[in-house]
């Protein structure tokens, strides 16, 4: 399929070359170099995080923060259900078990009585769990609050997976700074991009050297060559950290393009009985990633929006399948109701591109209205 308007494609400042020019004019073609201290300066900078380290991916990103948290085989984790496969797989690459978590209506994302019943559940077998993930879906902050509020009762260390949130607050405080650790991406769809890579961010210095050691291949600081632990190639280049030094120029903007669509699209079909926005609450501002929306219709499913739109050109995408019904991890626990499928069944994300144009968005708009009043004829 060849789409005229895509999902979420990415969108160059201009100022980007200028610092791949000086990767290149200084020869720093390799995983360390000046970009990359100056693009980790700005990240603290920008989300107000005490220290950060740029990877190659989030989801390394994801498994540096359970490896610097010292989770192992046969530890518990607890995990939003309703998200992206990378935030669950690491946790399985360190040879944990993810327990999944159901969402909340308001944000969709983990729900904090679900959580509590699970931190209680494995703490009465004695098996507290050794952390919880939670995801800002789309952009949208979780229910900080309650959720740090239940991870310093019950001592158990928190993981924001703020892969999709950079640029979302809460209560005036930017997402990935709420938990021990946080995480970015950087991947080609994201709101900013190095074309590919992550971040990890905390107000810990030893989390972020103990996840630095290790992304570099836990080479020993000594004078011969020395290894006591196994580690990973997870830096990022510094040519792509050149990349995100452009991108992170224009955050500010990117955020503002992105809120913008969502409050174009909110204008003009909150009136269409059948649609429901993801909205959040008062102390939550999402960077609108996605615009994400339910549409609670009979005889229409998500597919058949998908569907009529792609014939039109226009890329949408569902909302992700949750986690605990994946072949993949649909035989481990699972906490909560039944949220996520909901949202998953009844849920689609439309265009939602920085560089979307007003005529652009109100072509997407008028298609989807005609889909959903049925005017238009599906294939
Ligand atoms: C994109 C994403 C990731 C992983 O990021 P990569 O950079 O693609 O490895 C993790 N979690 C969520 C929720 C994401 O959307």
């Not at 709420?178 to 769809?189: A, K, P, T």
Request: aromatic share 8%.
């Amino acid at each position: 399929m060849q789409y005229k308007i895509h999902l979420s494609p990415p969108h160059m400042s201009g100022r980007e070359m200028k610092y791949v020019q000086q990767a290149f004019d200084t020869n720093w073609i390799a995983p360390v170099g000046p970009n990359i201290d100056a693009f980790e300066e700005g990240l603290c900078r920008y989300t107000g995080s005490r220290h950060a380290l740029a990877v190659s991916s989030g989801t390394a990103a994801i498994h540096l923060a359970l490896l610097a948290l010292g989770i192992g085989k046969g530890d518990i984790v607890l995990c939003q259900s309703l998200t992206f496969v990378a935030t669950a797989n690491p946790i399985m690459y360190v040879g944990a078990t993810p327990v999944f978590i159901d969402s909340e209506p308001v944000t969709w994302n983990m729900c904090p009585n679900a959580l509590e019943d699970a931190i209680l559940h494995y703490a009465h077998l004695g098996q507290k769990p050794k952390a919880v993930i939670v995801v800002h879906l789309y952009g949208m902050p979780a229910m900080l609050d309650e959720t740090v509020y239940l991870c310093k009762k019950h001592e158990v260390p928190l993981i924001e997976d703020a892969a999709e949130a950079l640029g979302s607050e809460y209560r005036g405080r930017k997402a990935g700074t709420f938990g021990d650790i946080g995480v970015l991406s950087f991947n080609g769809n994201k709101i900013i991009t190095t074309s590919g890579g992550g971040a990890m961010l905390s107000d810990h210095a030893h989390y972020i050297e103990k996840a630095r050691f290790l992304a570099t291949q836990a080479r020993e600081p000594v004078g011969h060559y020395e290894h006591r632990e196994i580690g990973y190639s997870y830096g990022m280049s510094n040519v792509c950290a050149g990349i995100g030094r452009g991108q992170l120029e224009v955050i500010d903007m990117r955020v503002r393009q992105r809120r913008a669509n969502f409050f174009t699209y909110q204008n003009a079909l909150s009136r269409i009985e059948s649609i429901h926005f993801q909205t959040g609450n008062a102390d939550m501002s999402s960077n609108r990633w996605l615009s994400a929306l339910q549409i609670k219709r009979e005889h229409l499913s998500p597919e058949d929006i998908l569907m009529a739109l792609a014939s039109e050109g226009i890329e949408c995408r569902r909302t992700w399948k949750p986690m605990h019904c994946q072949p993949i991890y649909k035989t481990l626990p699972h906490f909560g109701g039944s949220v996520s499928e909901s949202l998953f069944e009844r849920g689609i994300c439309l265009p939602s591109g920085s560089d979307l144009t007003y005529a652009r968005l109100a072509d997407i708009i008028s298609k989807l209205a005609a889909v959903i009043r049925n005017k238009h004829r599906l294939q």
